[in-house]
């Protein structure tokens, strides 16, 4: 298991990597974290011919805290999110998500951005991506910026909107401001740690009396994508988060999704999780709004 | 019991100092100057002709050596043998013609780096015609199958029906009876290395040297055969230290591919599998079994009699895989007074991975389908299952046993062993604990296995499943030496991974001798200048490696006495052994000091007793106790000498909607006679628990219709990591067997052959309220979120209870 | 084959240059350019954690990443864990009295694992535990005395129970 073999560039500023990229194209791939790129390097699953490097490109970490989003630089470690208190209180499914999310080791060199571009339909940052709808901001040299929905982001697994020249630089996440904002995430893999048989999240606002103001849920791991449902989500608003109400909505969802078949779960397993999965999420999150209404 | 002044007592292990420091020498850390490196073409389908290899793009990438087929260099190997009787199912490293399995070695390519190896190995052009294959072992028994190897004629490697004792009176006379089949997915033990084989050929000594990671019995006499060297052109190097091997680091392919490399290379070679040819073509993957059991039983829960047929699916090739069906025969009642056993054992080939030995050599497959049935039994009757195995349990004074096949169990007390573990448990208090989460709703069990451990690894099975086969001997050998200057070094004569041999061996001569063990040197001989010895299997190390320390020991011992009885001129039984001193017997004043006993025995002949060879070394071979027996014609044998004894007491919870299974109390209760190293005999029981835990809810190497291995890395092959295997309490008892030097039995095997049944056992408790049962290991949530789904009344009846 | 580029990485405390494939891995630029064997490797795609080593001080998977992505950084591998040479670090002089290993294979990477946590967490639970040593398998353990071993060495037990 050794990789094909492959140039090696260090960028030493963005318009260097953008440069590289816009020069060889497809044959060439940005690494950060690797978490997931190496070992398909090692498998020759992907053969690059051109890596470039974008570990030391400082303007690929930077932060900014905005009233209505928290922007992440796209190299941002996962254990530096973990750790971020700030981040904790204001994109909390951040946190709920890589509580999921691989080993010490592995959150230690992955990066936010990595995870989102490898675009694995089980991977559980994408799901919070999608499910929040954050804004993931590609660079190209000759296409400047774009700024890309999540909803528009994930394409087809492993396969996103980004263009072979472009490398993803921000993502931004919505800050949901005032009261009563809790969010889950839900999955079940065999193992912790691994990626997930299915998942779900959620993130909701209560107004006090326990009626839904706000709501985002989405699924993992049941269709080439992460999916978000944002009909499904707005016909939560006004009422309270019942268990039959959470049942319905994850019913409904899992109505939509095409899990696959391999050798840990069925379709029909994957969905049914889908179900259990999202109603836990939802009444897992409104408890948590308002713990004094939970039954 | 004998007092000991340093067996059971807790002690560093040996070998660990190097390990903490970095300072392990495994076979993938030697270098050698000019080394190569092999990378494996392999076969990407089942079962295929091969019509043509064009390597002609890959020879020509710098660096590559040789590309090397099956055509070219099988014709200078014998090929591997067989366990059993089945001449024309002949093995090489390289396919030669035909692949039978999709990972099957086709083509090894040599370069300067393991990189570039993979590099041409790409490059290496391979056309086949694909033909028929077959994944399922039971579509495989089928008359229209096609067959794996045509020139054996079937795919059947193996059969006998063994009946022993009156069946089919027990049976008729038996107030109930009731069938069930249970299905043991294939696992393995999957160490963390991978197997490792570095080679180098001297064409002036005209010998082989092997770095391997190797745990085999016979590995340099089986690799010099296939070679065609004499046994003295080759030289296994057994101090490298193995990364794990719980059975299956056997590498004989690997190994002569490798040697016949590099001899024909003049070069040194290594072959590193990587993970993904371990896996897929590294030929280690575990029995692989359906079984269908009937009990016959009274009202009273005593189980008269069994009929076990247990299919076994070997893979494409076979090499001792088919005898993990065999010492089953030693503990085919499990602890249990069963009167009388059909046992219908049949080895099945089809075209996936090859089997290997797995930790327990067939043993907790076939205690999980004993135990499943004990289970079923209990429930039937309505009748505790703890209470229905205290009325099955041989009782403490009816040993030593001998169960119908033929094998005398040495000694033991089971029903004591099950005390201890449901007091440890605190089984009242899980209960009600167990009861409390159902109250809410939720499912819980409780799980009990009680199982055999039989130790000791002797060779019966060879016989018992191969007439032509006579071998009788399995003996293992120490030597031990003391130097001029008096330092005590002891040798011995294979290779270790993991079990801690030099702790073991310095703790025995230090016994004998009284001598503080971490002053006694252990070394791992090489093949040219070892004693014999037949490996760590089948748990025997404890019992023959301990054995014959301490008999190399007492020799020494014997022969200082008898230096000091010359001495003294005072009879031989004159003086006693006191600290590793000769001492007179009454007269502790007329002593002769260890260093003088050295100086004599080294330096002055003249102080010799006559005839005495000067010099302290002596050596002890010993035969495994109870060996020597060829089977009766019925197929009655005694299969291993000792039998160490295990129950597993486990609460678990089932989350009902996902099927996801959590471990809340894990407590064994062992026994393995007297534990020479304490924490060793706990490490490898917390070890086997968690390896029975990989096998009972994740690991399986799953194929496809095509016979595609699916789970072919890490990231599908699922082994427990600290997160699942829960926090476990052992509850150590002793009942000494009568056979052994010191009263030990062997626990290398421990906790894994009775864990899966103990975990089956608690899913399946925690079902039953559900009308749900799952008799199919591994448990995955999938899987068991399906019985739970096919139990619903809405869902078809289930299968009646019997 | 690409040309190789060089490299400067401090190995435990020692500056080491080298010419590298670029597509050397840190795991084997330590094992075959350094001879530092210590350090194992097990699936080279980032499941066991035999290859765990630090890098500037943070534990990481060495299989995981090119020697070439880590040039003018620090690692700590398993041969640099003891305070000098002759002695053991707290932890590995636990692993030692716990009886942590078997095979010593995974060692390594969970004495790294464990070194780490201690760093940040010197009175670890053993759900903290189990969580820091989650990602490295082990075959021979069961893991049970590894969770003793960083007890005894985090001060919460007095000695381990074999």
Known sequence: MKAAPFTFHRAESLDHALDLLARHGGDCKPIAGGQSLVPMMAMRLARPSVLVDINRLDALKARHDAPDHVTLGAITRQRDMEADVALRRSVPLIAEALRWVGHVQTRNRGTIGGSLVHADPSAELPLAAAVLDATLVLRSQNGGERRVPASEFFVAPMFTAANEAECLTAVEWPVWAGAGVSCAFEEVAIRHGDFAMASAACQIQLDPDGTCRRATIGLGGVAGTPLAFPDLAQRLIGRRITATLAQEAAEEAAARSEPGTDMHADAGYRRHLAVVLLRRALLRAASAATPALAA | ?802 | ?162
Not at chain 2, 363 to 392: C, H, W
Not at chain 2, 490 to 516: D, I, P, W, Y
Not at chain 2, 584 to 592: A, E, F, T, W
Not at chain 2, 688 to 699: D, F, I, K, N, R
């Open chain 2, 1 to 802: 019991m004998a007092e000991f002044r340093y067996i059971g007592k807790r002690r560093r292990a040996v070998e660990h100092r190097r390990f903490v420091r970095g300072q392990g020498r495994y076979a993938a850390d030697i270098q050698l100057p000019g080394l190569l490196h092999v990378a494996i073409v392999a076969s990407p389908h089942a079962s295929a002709r091969i019509l043509s290899v064009n390597a002609d793009a890959a020879l020509a990438l710098p660096g590559v050596h040789a590309i090397i087929t099956g055509d070219e260099m099988n014709r200078e190997l014998e090929p591997m043998l067989p366990g059993v009787d089945a001449p024309a199912v002949t093995r090489f490293p390289l396919a030669r013609g035909v692949v039978r399995y999709a990972g099957e070695w086709v083509v090894a390519v040599v370069a300067e780096t393991r990189a570039f190896a993979e590099d041409a190995a790409e490059l290496v052009e391979v056309e086949y015609e694909q033909t028929q294959h077959v994944v399922d072992p039971e579509a495989a028994l089928l008359p229209e199958a096609p067959l794996v190897h045509p020139a054996h004629g079937s795919n059947i490697i193996w059969n006998r029906k063994f009946t022993w004792g009156p069946v089919e009176e027990d049976f008729a006379a038996a107030e109930h009876t009731l069938s069930y089949r249970v299905r043991w997915a294939r696992s393995s033990t999957v160490p963390i290395e991978t197997f490792v084989a570095t080679c180098a050929w001297n064409d002036a000594t005209e010998i082989l040297d092997v770095w391997a990671s190797i745990q085999m019995p016979k590995f340099p006499d089986q690799l010099a055969r296939a070679l065609r060297l004499a046994g003295n052109a080759v030289r296994v190097h057994y101090d490298v230290d193995v990364g794990g091997s719980y059975g299956v680091k056997r590498g004989l392919k690997h190994t002569v591919l490798v040697g016949w490399l590099a001899r024909r290379l003049g070069r040194p070679v290594r072959f590193l599998e990587d993970r993904l040819e371990n896996m897929r073509g590294g030929d280690m993957q575990g029995p692989d079994r359906i079984f269908e059991v009937a009990m016959a039983f009274g009202r009273d829960g005593v189980v008269r009699s069994m009929k076990m047929r247990a299919v076994d699916d070997v893979g494409a090739y076979s090499g001792r895989a088919p005898l993990q069906l065999g010492k089953p025969v030693g503990a085919i009642v499990g602890p249990y007074i069963i009167n009388s056993v059909v046992y219908d054992a049949v080895s099945v080939m089809t075209n996936k991975t090859p089997q290997e030995a797995v930790r327990g050599f067939g043993q907790s497959p076939t205690n999980y389908a004993i135990e499943t049935g004990m289970d079923k039994v209990a429930r039937f009757l309505g009748m505790d299952r703890v209470e229905m195995r205290r009325r099955n349990l041989i009782p403490a004074d009816r040993f030593p046993y001998l169960i119908p096949s033929g094998t005398s169990y040495d000694s033991g007390d089971y029903a004591t062993v099950l005390d201890k573990a449901l007091a440890a448990a605190g089984h009242d208090e899980l209960l009600r604990q167990r009861d409390a989460l159902r109250a809410e709703g939720k499912l819980a069990g409780i799980g009990v296995s009680t199982c055999l451990e039989p130790s000791g690894g002797n060779s019966s099975f060879e016989p018992l499943f191969n007439p032509k086969n006579t071998t009788t001997t399995w003996m293992d050998s120490c030597l031990v030496r003391v130097d001029l200057n008096g330092a005590v070094t002891a040798v011995m004569g294979t290779s270790t991974s993991g079990q801690a041999h030099e702790t073991l061996v310095s703790t025995v001569v230090g016994e004998v001798l009284r001598r503080e063990p971490d002053t006694i040197r252990v070394i791992h001989a090489d093949s040219l200048n070892a004693l014999p010895s037949n490996s760590p299997v089948g748990s025997r190390m404890a019992i023959m490696l301990g054995g014959a320390a301490a008999g190399a020991a007492k020799r020494i011992r014997a022969k200082m006495l008898a230096i000091a009885a010359h001495q003294f001129q005072a009879p031989e039984g004159a003086l006693e052994w006191e600290d590793g001193d000769a001492v007179m017997r009454g007269d502790p004043s007329r002593q002769i000091a260890w260093s003088r006993l050295v100086e004599i025995a080294h330096r002055e002949f003249h102080n010799l007793p006559e005839g005495m060879e000067p010099g302290l070394q002596e050596k002890f071979v010993w035969e495994v106790p109870t060996g020597g027996m060829i089977p009766t014609a019925d197929g009655r044998v005694q299969m291993y000498p000792c039998h160490s004894f295990e129950c597993h007491i486990v609460l678990a919870s089932v989350d009902a909607e996902t099927g996801k299974v959590a471990l809340h109390r894990y407590v064994v209760g062992h026994d393995c006679g007297v534990m020479i190293s304490p924490d060793v005999v706990h490490g490898m029981t917390y070890g086997g628990v968690a390896h029975g835990l990989g096998a009972a809810l994740m690991e399986k190497f799953a194929f496809s219709p095509e016979g595609q291995l699916v789970s072919g890395s890490f990231m599908d092959y699922l082994l427990p990591s600290a997160q699942e295997v829960p926090s476990i309490t052992i509850v150590d008892h002793c009942t000494p067997s009568p056979l052994t030097e010191f009263g030990q039995k062997g626990s290398g095997e421990a906790g894994y052959l009775g864990g899966p049944a103990a975990i089956a056992s608690a899913i399946n408790d925690a079902l039953a309220p559900a009308g749900a049962s799952i008799d199919a290991l591994p448990m995955t949530p999938a899987a068991i979120w399906r019985a739970l789904r096919e139990a619903t009344p809405a869902a078809p009846a289930r299968e009646a209870a019997e």
């Open chain 3, 1 to 162: 084959m690409t040309a190789p580029i060089s490299v400067e990485i401090t190995v435990n405390g020692t500056v080491r240059r080298a010419f590298v494939e670029p597509r050397t891995t840190l795991v084997d630029f330590l094992r075959d350019h350094l001879a530092l064997t210590g350090t194992h490797v097990g699936c080279e795609h980032g499941i066991c954690g035999a290859c765990s080593v630090l890098l500037d001080g943070a534990p990481v998977r060495a299989c995981c990443l090119f020697a070439a992505q880590v040039d003018g950084m620090s690692v700590t591998t398993v041969e640099g864990l003891a305070p000098a040479r002759g002695e053991l670090s707290k932890l590995q002089d636990a692993f030692l009295e716990s009886h942590a290993l078997q095979c010593g294979y995974c060692t390594p990477g969970m004495l790294i694992a464990c070194t780490d946590l201690l760093a940040r967490n010197p009175q670890p639970s053993e759900e903290e535990i189990r969580d820091a040593i989650g990602g490295n398998l082990c075959r021979c353990t069961g893991y049970q005395q590894i969770v003793d071993a960083v007890k005894l060495a985090s001060g919460q037990e007095e000695a381990a129970h074999g």
